[in-house]
């Protein structure tokens, strides 16, 4: 896999803000090497691309960042996470790899080949996951030196019905889930996302989804790095699968922000 531009843009916030927005799976790039290994014809991979992206959670991120009395860092991805997946473990205890959704997805949404059976993951893994996974290391661990800890707020969404590829989805359904980590997620930080989120509606915890992302260097090992998954119903802000955002971001935006400004003292 030939060297490319960077496929993240890390964006500055103020000096003593421990807290980054981080936002993985925004976007729908494919670089053409990439795309050549997918086997969707056009219009499939548009629908999948629908229903696997996290639509505008970028922008609820930028907003936020934008209304927030201290600037959070933001940590965003500018490749779809059909490339590769940075939040998935690239090891065995990845319990995606059961579905074909480990860090280099060989099934799509609904189970249908994505990539052919026997595709190497490891020069997707080199070009994109490995940069991308010693980024996140430094820039968490720059906010620890300047700040004495960090906060890792990673934006997300889901859709309103359930799609083939969860392994969790009968669970309920909120407007927000608050997916947690017995370890990173301290219970202060879940308090202040459950007050800055109430506007939106029911909050609820770990399901459809759970966990926290946190770079393996810290992962279980730095109680100063703290991190909160935020997991926005996607009819809340949007028109699904895949089309335009409504009012209903701004409103995300703004408890989004509160959450930031609570968390940033």
């Keep these: 896999m030939t060297d490319g531009p960077q496929s993240f843009d890390i964006l500055p916030g103020a000096a003593h803000s421990p807290v980054i927005l981080h936002v993985p799976h925004s976007a729908r790039e494919i670089p053409p090497a990439v795309r050549a290994g997918i086997v969707l014809d056009d219009d499939q991979l548009r629908r999948e691309l629908d229903h696997i992206t996290d639509s505008h959670t970028a922008e609820i991120a930028e907003e936020a960042a934008g209304l927030a009395g201290v ?3 933001r940590f965003v991805n500018r490749m779809s996470r059909l ?3 940075p939040e998935r473990f690239p090891d065995e205890r990845e319990e995606m ?3 074909g959704m480990g860090v280099v997805y060989t099934r799509t949404t ?3 080949v994505l990539r052919p059976d026997g595709t190497d993951p490891e020069p997707l893994i080199e070009r994109y996951f490995r940069p991308y996974a010693r980024a996140m290391t ?3 661990a720059d906010r620890l030196a300047a700040t ?3 906060v890792i707020v990673d934006v997300h969404s889901y859709p309103t019905e359930r799609l083939p590829y969860e392994l969790h ?4 359904r909120p407007p927000v889930c608050l997916g947690t980590d017995a370890f990173h997620t301290p219970p202060a930080l879940l308090a202040a996302a459950r007050e800055a989120f109430a ?3 029911e909050t609820g915890l770990d399901s459809p989804f759970s966990g926290t992302y946190v770079p393996l260097e810290f992962y279980g090992k730095r109680s100063e790095v703290g991190a909160l998954m935020v997991e926005i119903r996607r009819d809340t802000y949007m028109t699904e699968p895949g089309g335009p955002a409504g009012p209903g971001l701004s409103r995300l935006a703004a408890s989004l922000a509160a959450l930031v400004d609570a968390v940033s003292g």
């Design 199 to 201: 506007p939106c509606g």
């Design 110 to 112: 609904h189970r249908a």
């Design 97 to 99: 790899t059961a579905v």
């Design 138 to 140: 430094e820039a968490v």
């Design 83 to 85: 490339v590769v997946d």
């Design 71 to 73: 600037t959070p860092w």
């Design 169 to 172: 989805g009968e669970g309920p």
């Design 148 to 150: 004495g800890r960090a």
